[in-house]
Nanobody, 125 residues
């Protein structure tokens, strides 16, 4: 089984910063992509930032967070981070960690996509 555990959400004033963390555990052969999504009340879940780790991959950000958010990872610790700067009230949402992995299953491997439980980020004065 693959598990994702997120931390770092909370209440912050506009202009403030937060750092989200997500740890990935389980019987994993390799991680193909890691990213963060968010869902605000009454809205659909949307991509915030995503890193593709396979050959030729790159990093994508939502236009609304470019220049303010930074996604990074620690391969050895199987961690992905989201540094959020200059936060705005419209950044308020539940933030979800997401990974695309290849996991060991018996004597073989299987690709899968997994989500964290979500962490609340509230930007308000």
């Amino acid at each position: 089984q693959v598990q994702l555990v997120e931390s770092g959400g909370g209440l912050v004033q506009p202009g403030g910063s937060l750092r989200l963390s997500c740890g990935v555990s389980g019987s994993i052969s390799r991680i193909n992509a890691m990213g963060w999504y968010r869902q605000a009340p009454g809205k659909q879940r949307e991509l915030v930032a995503r890193m593709t780790l396979t050959s030729g991959g790159g990093t994508n950000y939502a236009d609304s967070v470019k220049g303010r958010f930074i996604i990074s990872r620690d391969n050895a610790m199987k961690m992905v981070y989201l540094q959020m700067l200059s936060l705005k009230p419209e950044d308020t949402a539940v933030y979800y960690c997401n990974v695309d992995v290849v996991q060991y299953v018996g004597w073989g491997e299987r690709a899968g996509t997994y989500w964290g439980q979500g962490t609340q980020v509230t930007v308000s004065s």
